[in-house]
């Protein structure tokens, strides 16, 4: 069956660095997705990754590695606005999104 | 770019009421709208497929008598729960893909809120 593994919760420090992982088991591969949720918000799209490697976008950067079946979710210099789940999501190879269940992350002062 | 608007944010209504959902493409052209519904602090599930001009593909276990999917065009999908109940009151988020031949990420809209009484 298909399937997407990520922490449910993390805990991380205000200015600090968190890497959030995920490993995906899917029917294919078209690539993957990281999104941003805030509690009580929409999901906003935060990077997509088809090619091994990491891709870099500001404070936040993605890898993967597709023979491993694992991404993460880089993020730097934390800051509180920072607090929200995070999905990871692998397109399949009819192009159907497979939702991980989140991260939920935590920015303490 | 790429922005979805969803219209209404909040709705509050009796048990029995249908309830109509707007989602629209605002600066691009979508084949593709997806429609998910989410529960507190639960995660997002996928309730249909929707491609303009042709029947939403529901995911197993979703009425399509019960959540009616209209796309009627390339900027705007819509979703209907008929008769709703308060079991119905959920969190209902629209997203969108782009027309390209490159896999686009789905832009979502800000989703509704709805609370059946």
């Known amino acids: 069956g298909q399937n997407i593994d990520q922490p449910t919760e993390m805990t991380a420090t205000e200015g600090a660095i968190v890497q959030i992982n995920c490993t995906y088991q899917?029917?294919?591969?078209?690539?993957l997705f990281w999104y941003q949720q805030h509690a009580g918000e929409a999901p906003t799209f935060l990077s997509y990754n088809v090619l091994d490697g990491l891709e870099e976008k500001g404070r936040f950067s993605s890898f993967l590695s597709r023979s491993k079946g694992y991404s993460y979710l880089l993020l730097k210099e934390l800051q509180m606005k920072d607090s929200a789940s995070y999905l990871c999501?692998?397109?399949?190879?009819?192009?159907?999104?497979?939702w991980g269940a989140g991260t939920k992350l935590i920015i303490k002062p | 770019g790429a922005v979805v608007s969803q219209h209404p944010s909040w709705v509050i209504c009796k048990s029995g009421t249908s309830v109509k959902i707007e989602c629209r493409s605002l600066d691009f052209q979508a084949t593709t709208m997806f429609w998910y519904r989410q529960f507190p602090k639960q995660s997002l599930m996928l309730m249909a497929t929707?491609?303009?001009?042709?029947?939403?593909?529901?995911e197993q276990g979703v009425e399509k008598d019960k959540f009616l999917i209209n796309h009627a065009s390339l900027t705007l999908s819509t979703l209907t729960v008929t008769s709703a109940h308060p079991e119905d009151s959920s969190f209902y988020i629209c997203?969108?893909?782009?027309?390209?031949?490159?896999?686009?990420?789905?832009?979502f809209g800000d989703g509704t809120r709805l609370s059946i009484l």
């Open positions: 899917t029917s294919g591969f078209n690539g």
């Open positions: 929707s491609n303009e001009g042709s029947k939403a593909t529901y």
């Open positions: 999501a692998c397109m399949d190879s009819n192009y159907q999104l497979i």
């Open positions: 997203s969108a893909s782009s027309v390209t031949g490159d896999v686009q990420p789905q832009h």
